[in-house]
C-alpha cells in the first residue's frame, strides 16, 4: 500500500469535528481518512456494496477504498469519494434546491434504517449539487442506530431544513439565506419568529402559539443550565425505552411529508419576464445564434453566466456539453432555471446571488468555506445583457468590471456591450450623469483580454468576444 505524508496533502478546512476521521485532497483527488476505532465499520459499509446501493437510490457520494495509507495520523483506511464540482453552499441554493436536499437527506436516513444505520448530522453543508441534483457528501455521518432519541440530528434539520424552507414558504428565502451563515446555529427559533413576522400569528396561530412557547422554553433553558440538563436525560430516558425501528421510520416519514407539502413560492421579480420583453425588441436573433456559434467553437468545459435571468444561455451553454453556473440576483429567475434544468437533465447549478457582492468566505476565521469568486472561476464567463446592470446601478467603474472578468474567466469572456442610448437604459434609476461609449469600455476590456467585436441584436449593441 502508498502511503501519503501528512505534509503532501490538503486537510478540509472543514473537517475538523467528524470523531471517524477527515477530508483531504491530493492531486485533484479527494479522500477521506478513517481512524482506526472506525475502519471495520466503514469498510464493511463499502465493501458489503451497501454504499453503492446507497449512492445508486439516495445519491450518496460513490465511494471506493483507495491503496493509500496516512500513517502520520494512524490512519490505515482511506475512501477515495468522487468529486462534486461546483462547490455551493445553502446560502446560495433557491428555495426548490434547498428543499430537495431535505428530502435527500430524510429519504438517505429512512433508508439506512433498514441496516440499523441512521444520519447523526442533518447539516445542508453535507450536500453538494451535481448540476441539479443533490449529492450526500459526508460517509462518516453515516453510524449506527444508538440508544436514545428517535432522531439525535433532529434540531439540527429543524434550523437547517424545515425553519428555513417555512420562512421560504412566507417569501422570505432572503431572511433564511443571511441566518443560515451562522454554520453552526442556523435559524432558531427566535430567528425563525423574527424572521417570519407578525403576520406568520395571524395565518398559523396555533403553530404561532407553540413556537413562541418553544422561543420562551429555550430563553430559559439558556438560562438555567441544571434544568436544561435534566430535562435533557429525562428525554433520553423516555426515548431509550420506546425508539423502535418501526417508530423512527414513522417519524422520519412524518417529517418527510410536512417537507414534501411545503410549498416554496419565490416573489415577483421585474425581471423574470426579462427576456421577453427585451427580446420582443431586437430586430433579429443575432445573438443568440452568435453565442450559440461561439459556444460551439470554443467548447468550454466550464460555463458562468453573470445575471444568468432565467437561463436562456445557460441553457444553451449545457447544451453544448458545459457544466454551467448561473448566477442571478432574482430568486424568481434561479428557480425558475432550477426546474428547468432539473427537467431537461443538464448539467446547470443555478445560484441566487448578486453578482457584485458574491457569497464571502465565511465559517470560522472566514476561511471555513472558501468564497464563490473562488469556487465560480470557469473556463467562459457570459457577460450579456449586465453591463449597464453593473455600472449604472452598481456604479462600478469599467476597470472594476474587467477586473471581475479577469478574475472569473480562465480563457474568454462573451460580453455585450450596451450603450447609453439603448432603450432599457431608460428602466434603471442612475441619477447622475452617465458617459461612456464601446471605444472606453474595450480600452478597460483590453488590459487583461484580446478583443474582437461582433454585432448583437440591435444597433445599440456589441457582442465583444474577451479572449485570452
Known sequence: MAAFARSDIEVSPTSYVDPGGFVFFHQGGVYRAIRPAFADFYRELIESGRARVLTERNGLVPSHISPHTVPEAGCDLVIAHDRVEPATYCVEWCPSMHKASALQTLDLCIDLLEDGLTLQDAYPWNTLFASTRPTFIDLTSIVPVGEGLLWPA??????????????????????????????????????????????????????????????????????????NARLQEKARAQARGAAGAALRRRFLKRLRRRVEGIRVRPPGTTWKGYYDEVEADAEDDTKARTVDRLLGELKPATVLDLGCNVGRYALMAAGHGARVIGIDSSEHCVETLYREADGRRLAVVPLVGEVLSPTPGFGFMSGQFPPLVARARSEVVLCLGLMHHLHINGRQPFENIARMLDALAARAVIFEYVDRTDGNIDRLDHGRPIDYTIDTVCAALGAYFRLTRLPSDRPTRTLVVCER
Not at 439540527?156 to 446555529?185: C, H, I, S, T
Not at 413556537?211 to 430559559?220: C, G, I, K, V
Open 154 to 227: 433532529y434540531q439540527q434539520f429543524l434550523n437547517f431544513y424545515l425553519r428555513p424552507l417555512e420562512l421560504a414558504a412566507a417569501g422570505r428565502w432572503k431572511v433564511a439565506r443571511l441566518m443560515l451563515l451562522d454554520q453552526v446555529g442556523g435559524v432558531d427559533t427566535e430567528g425563525f419568529v423574527q424572521g417570519m413576522g407578525a403576520g406568520y400569528a395571524l395565518r398559523h396561530p396555533l403553530r404561532a402559539s407553540g413556537t413562541y412557547l418553544s422561543a420562551a422554553l429555550e430563553r430559559r433553558l439558556q438560562a438555567n443550565t441544571k434544568l
